[in-house]
């Protein structure tokens, strides 16, 4: 059986969105675990396959609309830059809606623009497919908030495991498939996997993930909002009017940002377009902030930014992804197929040996660090995750002329990067969330991955790119200079009640 949350309240009767009159929707009634994960799982999966399995394809998408690189990249970039939005905006408006309304609205959105790329006459309309399909990112905030309110503390470690384990791809074989798939019927069969797969997870929703009702009593007393409203608490939706200022701006920042990394490490960043863009990220970070405080149900009140339990969990995420995701998905993958000063491998084969084996091992640390943080707490397993891939990144780093050491680094990484520290931060974004904003800061968590990455190859391309074995060395060091700073900032997290 699944023990509520000590702080959920009792669920009240069901609104029109439970229907459906199934088990899962009944008052006083949890789903059953397995058929809970399994289900998120599915949704989760329908954006991961969306992501991984396409990347292979792009070639063949290229020539077939007879379309640029840039064109071309634009079909994963806008995927990516789409999911940095949706995530803080759809985890915070499932607060008012339900969960599960906002899990069916998401996947709505993905099979609408899957459908726009099946039958895409043209580079453009694909690119606004992919944007559409991108906002099913914001399926791992939702996933993440779900399980929270509906399994006990340690179902729920073990659960975001589950669900951090395919964060990084089906273990890295769901790309080798796209490529499979690609050769065989066209990209366009991938869309169809795709959308059949969303198909599914969209029924399973309706059947298992509970709808929503309205807050107790007691919910109301103890998550009072600054207007009257109520804000969720164990599966409950909440009163109040959704900030869509702040998601606005918010949109604005998170384009202006990405754009300014992009364009400042392409054109330079002192070049013309570069500083305009940090002109408006700046600007559109000031009018998210004077927004906010105007709001009686802010996307996320300034005051909880400033908050320990707030900044150090996005400034931890933001900074990990910097140095790891920059050793394992760019340094590394240069100074694989180098074949001068690095080892010369070809591009499946670098794959073979230095993606697939972290991609794989994580399939199986993840679950067992979600496992480990209901005995050692989740603070230890994120600072044990951090410190460990802090000790991979220095030997990557100490040894970057030998294939067989750097490739067991990286695989270490499998354990305590994609585990360890993947896992614990997911749930720790959930668990500190602001109880008035529960949807808030997994969603801009989320959002944080992205920028993290960015800013990573952005910092480490200039020295990776020199093609020298000196260029790679200078290129991990960054890396381990970024992965120390968010380890010393992973202290300062805090503990939540639950640890």
Not at 170 to 176: I, K, N, Q
Not at 227 to 254: E, I, N, Y
Request: neutral net charge.
């Amino acid at each position: 059986m699944i023990s509520s949350p000590a702080n959920a309240p009792s669920p009240a009767a069901p609104n029109a969105d439970d229907a459906s009159g199934t088990a899962a929707a009944q008052p006083g009634r949890s789903p059953k675990a397995a058929l809970l994960i399994t289900t998120l799982l599915l949704g989760v999966l329908s954006f991961q396959l969306n992501a991984s399995m396409v990347t292979p394809a792009l070639p063949q998408i290229g020539a077939h609309f007879s379309a640029d690189a840039g064109a071309v990249a634009q079909v994963q970039s806008m995927f990516f830059l789409a999911g940095a939005i949706s995530g803080p905006i759809m985890g915070r408006w499932s607060d008012f809606i339900g969960r599960r309304r906002a899990l069916l609205l998401v996947l709505g959105v993905m099979a609408v623009g899957t459908i726009l790329c099946l039958l895409a006459p043209s580079m453009p309309v694909l690119i606004v497919g992919r944007f559409l399909q991108g906002v099913s990112s914001a399926i791992f905030a939702l996933a993440y908030i779900v399980l929270r309110e509906n399994l006990d503390a340690r179902a729920f470690g073990t659960s975001v495991g589950i669900i951090a384990a395919v964060n990084g791809g089906v273990a890295g074989f769901d790309g080798y498939a796209g490529g499979l798939m690609t050769e065989a019927f066209g990209f366009q069969s991938i869309f169809l996997v795709v959308l059949a797969l969303a198909a599914i997870a969209a029924v399973c929703i309706v059947r298992i993930v509970p709808g929503g009702s309205a807050v107790s009593d007691s919910a109301a007393m103890d998550s009072a909002m600054p207007d009257g409203g109520t804000a969720v608490s164990g599966g409950t939706a909440a009163s109040g009017r959704m900030d869509w200022w702040g998601a606005g701006f918010l949109s604005v920042f998170l384009v202006c940002l990405s754009y300014f990394v992009s364009t400042g490490s392409s054109a330079g960043w002192t070049s013309v377009p570069a500083l305009a863009l940090l002109a408006g990220t700046i600007a559109s970070f000031a009018a998210f902030c004077a927004a906010e405080k105007r709001r009686s149900s802010p996307l996320i009140a300034v005051h909880h930014l400033r908050s320990r339990q707030v900044w150090t969990v996005i400034a931890t995420t933001v900074l990990t992804l910097a140095g790891i995701f920059a050793i394992m998905n760019f340094t590394v993958v240069l100074l694989s197929q180098d074949g001068k000063n690095g080892f010369g491998l070809s591009a499946s084969l670098s794959a073979l040996l230095f993606l697939t084996p972290a991609a794989l091992i994580g399939v199986f640390a993840a679950p067992l660090a979600g496992w480990l943080t209901g005995r050692v707490g989740w603070i230890r397993t994120l600072r044990i995750g951090t410190a460990l891939s802090l000790v991979c990144a220095v030997a990557a780093a100490l040894f970057v002329d030998n294939q067989w050491l750097v490739l067991a680094a990286v695989a270490a990484l499998g354990i305590f990067y994609n585990g360890f520290f993947l896992t614990s931060i997911n749930g720790l974004s959930v668990l500190l969330s602001p109880k008035d904003a529960p949807g808030s800061l997994p969603g801009i968590n989320g959002a944080s991955f992205g920028t993290g990455a960015s800013l990573g190859v952005v910092l480490v391309a200039p020295f990776a790119g020199l093609g020298t074995q000196g260029g790679y060395a200078v290129a991990l060091w960054i890396s381990v200079g970024i992965t120390a700073a968010a380890l010393l900032l992973s202290l300062l997290v805090p503990a939540p009640e639950t640890d």
